[in-house]
């Protein structure tokens, strides 16, 4: 781009469509570099968090402030099922196995989530269903 521009100043004419050529890759670039880092971001968040030990730590605290910086919203909730994949189990409810990751700035999903379909408590399953 600092070429495209120092053309334009030596020749007093701005190139409109070099110029413009240069910008749309460098922002194309830029989205692609944001959303690589908003995967792998979410890849960590999801590894940390699915340990109980590390959910209430500095880490987890830092982890969160980079999520909120990076307009990342990371889904706990299973009522939101389809950012979810179901992976495994019977049963009318869901347990949270791997929470989700949404970009709020585009409204994609970074990473789905995972949940597993589990008995109501008290329910049991019968002899042979299983």
């Known amino acids: 781009m600092q070429e495209v521009l120092e053309r334009a100043s030596a020749a007093d004419a701005a190139p409109a469509p070099a110029l413009h050529g240069v910008v749309r890759r460098a922002v194309l670039e830029e989205f692609r570099t944001r959303a690589r880092f908003a995967g792998r971001l979410a890849e960590i968040d999801a590894m940390l968090w699915s340990q109980p030990e590390h959910r209430d730590g500095v880490v987890s605290a830092a982890m969160e402030t980079h999520l909120r910086e990076l307009g990342l919203l990371r889904l706990t909730e299973p009522e939101a099922s389809d950012r979810f994949v ?6 009318e409810l869901f347990e949270l196995l791997r929470p989700g990751y949404v970009d709020e700035l585009t409204g994609k999903i970074i ?3 995972q949940l597993r379909r589990v008995e109501r408590p008290g329910h049991t399953v019968e002899e042979g269903q299983a």
Not at 86 to 91: H, N, P, R, S
């Open 86 to 91: 179901v992976t495994e189990g019977k049963g």
């Open 111 to 113: 990473l789905s989530g």
